[in-house]
């Protein structure tokens, strides 16, 4: 996906805008009259209670839902979500590389390299959630998007997140992670469903 | 993207269970002869339609995971966010659901065809039609794969809605079979039909699927 960068006013170049965003679904209002902007650099965190709209929002980032007003601009992105989508036959190291990418160092920093040749099924859910936040790393996409990363995650596995996540900023990506728990490290907090 | 998703697909479809829906049709064309008795000029002349309607039963087989299993796994969400426009996607499974069923369809025609004591000629009419009219079979089945992903009792529902759709294919492809030249031009004609305008309906059906 192209990235679309609209540079109005001599601002900086966002690489995730929302302009008086609202969104239904299923007949429910989730949020109304949203505007943010996500520079490089910038981590973002979305809380609210469970069933406020944070996933929804991530998908609308991601462009897999329409708003139902507003404007959403954003360049390439990455999402780790509750879905795998790695093939569960193949080994890891396999099923990450499907999606290309610098698969290698993205396990590495997740602490599963030593599961390369290990089938997709047989991984526990920590381990399968440190899968599908190598498969966001591996992507070279600017923006990650991150829903609940700390579900299932241990304590290596958080502190791995988190130097990940730092590592991503200072090249200049950008992150939002939805999660209802504090996340380790420095974020600016959008609560939404209050 | 979309060769490494076909190639993707072949393999799975092979390393699953895809001599099952040949050994379908193959159980189809063994039937055939024990329902209907055992006189040869009868079974050579129903031997075509025979073939046609057990070809239909094998597409239908593995609807289910068409596209199901990638919605349900996130994997046509990865694939939209890495910009593969939903209907390359359909069309990428549509190649390769082909690959997975025609090939060894063609094959088992021909043991298929002495059950029912078909001849030489009329084999490979009935072959010609096959190769003709299962890339129209394949992607009206991703079509329908995609229009009941997600939904309850998806199976059933999905063969309803196929076998009414590829009643022009079967009328056409059954006649072309019993060497009407042209029904074979219009099975071709219906076949491309199927294979260029399924794509778009299936994209739309996965979009739709999303909200």
């Known amino acids: ?194 | 993207m979309i060769g490494r998703m076909i190639q993707r697909d072949v393999r799975r479809g092979f390393t699953g269970a895809a001599w099952l829906p040949i050994a379908f049709f193959l159980l189809i064309a063994t039937l055939m002869p024990f329902a209907i008795g055992p006189d040869a000029a009868l079974l050579s002349r129903v031997g075509a339609g025979t073939l046609w309607i057990a070809a239909l039963t094998a597409a239908l087989l593995p609807i289910e995971r068409l596209i199901e299993t990638d919605r349900a796994d996130g994997v046509l969400d990865q694939l939209a966010l890495r910009g593969s426009a939903e209907e390359s996607v359909a069309a990428a499974k549509i190649v390769a659901h082909w690959l997975t069923f025609a090939p060894l369809l063609l094959a088992a025609a021909l043991p298929a065809s002495v059950l029912l004591g078909m001849d030489g000629s009329a084999l490979a009419r009935t072959e010609l039609a096959l190769a003709i009219g299962t890339p129209g079979l394949a992607a009206l089945t991703v079509a329908v794969a995609a229009i009941t992903a997600g939904l309850p009792r998806a199976a059933s529902l999905a063969g309803l809605l196929l076998f009414p759709l590829a009643v022009p294919l079967l009328i056409f492809g059954a006649a072309s079979s019993g060497g009407d030249h042209g029904g074979l031009l219009l099975e071709a004609a219906i076949s491309l039909l199927l294979t260029a305008g399924a794509p778009f309906a299936a994209g739309a059906a996965i979009r739709a699927a999303r909200s």
């Open chain 1, 1 to 194: 996906m192209a990235g679309r960068r609209h540079d109005r006013n001599g601002e900086s170049p966002a690489l995730l805008r929302f302009s008086d965003v609202s969104l239904v679904r299923g007949g429910r209002l989730l949020f109304e009259g949203l505007s943010l902007a996500v520079g490089p650099g910038e981590a973002l965190q979305v809380a609210g209670p469970n069933g406020s709209g944070k996933s929804s929002l991530l998908r609308l980032a991601a462009g897999l839902l329409r708003s139902s007003t507003g404007e959403v601009q954003r360049s390439g992105v990455a999402l780790a979500d509750d879905s795998l989508a790695l093939d569960r036959e193949l080994p890891l190291g396999k099923a990450l590389a499907f999606w290309g990418g610098s698969v290698a160092p993205a396990m590495d920093a997740l602490g599963i390299a030593h599961l390369s040749g290990v089938p997709v099924r047989l991984l526990s859910s920590g381990q399968q959630k440190r899968a599908s936040l190598a498969r966001v790393a591996s992507s070279l996409a600017p923006l990650w998007l991150l829903d609940e990363p700390l579900n299932a995650l241990d304590a290596d596995g958080a502190e791995r997140l988190a130097g990940l996540v730092q590592r991503h900023r200072d090249g200049g990506g950008a992150i939002i992670a939805a999660s209802h728990q504090p996340l380790p490290g420095e974020w600016r907090i959008l609560e939404i469903g209050r």
